[in-house]
């Protein structure tokens, strides 16, 4: 891995914002999925949650190529699951629907831990989603639609949330754990062996603070190569 490649991922990684998080509720137009998981990546969410209608479906392709390596996607067959998840990592978990109990999506506290409730395209959030909830949200309209398209919801909401987070310097202190940075710098600065681990089923390496793999002789030999010849294909 290059300093350059180093810096630029531990660069990102120390903006990530792990108490952010979207859960798309049966979201099913592939240009859809990728865009919220691109936006995502951009706003430094690293988790997004979804609810799968159709078992077939799954995040891949489009618009979020490249931004689905750097964020982790949560899958679950029932809302009231995934819901559960949220709340148990104390999240406030928000909805955007168009009722008379919502409100300007601009008038919540996203400093506070939060997740946002997208649901399908065609029919919206469902009646679980709804009652499970601790607040609808909405994004005033004045035209003659009543709804943005779901991706672009995500995105409106997210620069809200963003907005809010850089205004209060949750973007000036890091907060992913080390765990979690060690994976990443793992994966997206030496993908190569990161596929081969998964493929050989052995454990990731500790990486050094100069983006260098760490690891004893006995993984180099599973790998099948020396650290001295890996050294020369990396440099």
């Known amino acids: 891995m290059t300093p350059e490649r180093l810096a630029r991922i531990n660069a990102m990684l120390d903006q990530r914002q792990p108490d952010l998080t979207v859960c798309m509720e049966g979201v099913h137009k592939n240009h859809n999925l990728a865009a919220v998981v691109r936006t995502a990546d951009a706003i430094g969410i690293s988790d997004v949650h979804a609810v799968w209608k159709n078992e077939r479906m799954r995040v891949s392709g489009g618009s979020a190529a490249g931004s689905q390596n750097w964020v982790d996607v949560h899958n679950y067959s029932s809302t009231a699951d995934a819901i559960g998840v949220l709340k148990s990592q104390g999240m406030q978990v928000l909805v955007t629907n168009l009722s008379d109990t919502a409100i300007d999506f601009r008038e919540v506290d996203y400093t506070k831990p939060t997740a946002i ?10 009646e679980k989603a709804l009652e499970l909830a601790d607040q609808d949200i909405v994004i005033p309209m ?80 599973q790998m099948q190569m020396t650290q001295e010849a890996w050294q020369e294909i990396d440099n």
């Open 142 to 221: 004045v035209g003659m639609v009543q709804s943005l398209n779901v991706s672009v919801a995500n995105a409106v909401v997210l620069y809200e949330a963003q907005r809010q987070r850089k205004a209060a310097g949750m973007y000036d202190r890091p907060s992913i754990s080390e765990e979690r940075r060690q994976r990443f710098l793992f994966e997206g600065g030496h993908p190569i062996f990161a596929k081969a681990c998964k493929r050989k089923g052995l454990p990731y390496p500790k990486i050094d603070e100069d983006g260098q793999i760490v690891a004893p002789d006995e993984w180099w030999q």
């Open 117 to 126: 409730i997208l649901g399908q395209e065609k029919f919206g959030a469902s």
